[in-house]
């Protein structure tokens, strides 16, 4: 299985992205796929999990009601919507795939995770 996210770069505060992550060699569906990132000088934490095959979300505190993950299955794509952007929104974007279900607590922890993307910073300025 093979991720591949894109989308990010520069944006000022109170903009919007959009990244994406495309699953390769496996289909996506079955899988519970998660986004995390990483700000220099910080610990990886969650930011967002989706369960593929029942669409149910979850988000971090820090993001609800700001990001939106979603699936496409056509394309075998998850993509990470991010409205509102702060700067301390500013990190590498990491997707991540994980293959068995778990509870929704472990999705929130990226050593669950099996297939991790190459990330993709997103920078906010103020």
């Known amino acids: 299985v093979q991720l591949q996210a894109s989308g990010g770069g520069l944006v000022q505060a109170g903009g919007s992205l959009r990244v994406s992550c495309a699953v390769s060699?496996?289909?996506?569906?079955?899988?519970?796929m998660g986004w995390f990132r990483q700000a220099p000088g910080k610990e990886r934490e969650f930011v967002a999990a989706?369960?593929?095959?029942?669409?149910?979300?979850y988000y971090a505190d820090s993001v609800k009601g700001r990001f939106t993950i979603s699936r496409d299955n056509a394309k075998n794509t998850i993509y990470l919507q991010m409205n509102s952007l702060k700067p301390e929104d500013t990190a590498v974007y990491y997707c991540?795939?994980?293959?068995?279900?778990?509870?929704?607590?472990?999705?929130?922890?990226?050593?669950?995770?099996?297939?991790w993307g190459q990330g993709t910073q997103v920078t906010v300025s103020s």
């Open positions: 991540a795939a994980k293959v068995d279900y778990s509870g929704s607590y472990y999705l929130r922890i990226s050593a669950n995770y099996d297939y």
């Open positions: 060699g496996r289909t996506g569906t079955g899988y519970d």
């Open positions: 989706i369960r593929w095959s029942s669409g149910i979300t």
